[in-house]
């Protein structure tokens, strides 16, 4: 993934949701958007997971080290990999956090990956949507 196309701020911006999530299903839209123009909807939808470590394959375990080049080589990748997904969830997740009040940044700082960030808050309003669309 290639994170040097500069996409201009108000390209990307996207607008804060309202602590109460009136504004959810819009703000939803926006950001797979913003986050789709960046390349990195995929941390959203769980198609772009976490790189395997090697030495959790074959039964290697924790105190496996690799022994030969072929190994090496497989760490080196494993590492880059591991780079290219962090850095694609920190944009992710600082793009969630920027948008959010801090009450609900309170509610998802403590989660692992952008993608339980995403559902904790759709859990948290979409049966919200559903109710105001239907009063509608």
Do not use: C
């Not at 989660?111 to 509608?136: D, P, Y």
């Amino acid at each position: 993934m290639s994170f040097e196309t500069k996409l201009g701020d108000e390209f990307l911006k996207v607008p804060k949701l309202a602590a109460d999530g009136t504004n959810w299903v819009t703000y939803k839209d926006r950001l797979l958007w913003s986050i789709e123009a960046r390349g990195l909807g995929g941390h959203l939808d769980g198609s772009e997971t976490e790189p395997e470590d090697p030495k959790s394959l074959d039964g290697r375990g924790e105190s496996w080290s690799p022994t030969n080049s072929a190994e090496r080589k497989e760490v080196e990748v494993w590492k880059a990999e591991m780079k290219a997904w962090r850095m694609g969830e920190a944009v992710v997740k600082q793009q969630i956090a920027g948008t959010l009040p801090d009450t609900l940044f309170t509610q998802i700082k403590r989660l692992r990956t952008a993608r339980e960030i995403f559902r904790h808050l759709a859990k948290l309003f979409e049966q919200r949507s559903r109710v105001v669309a239907v009063e509608i």
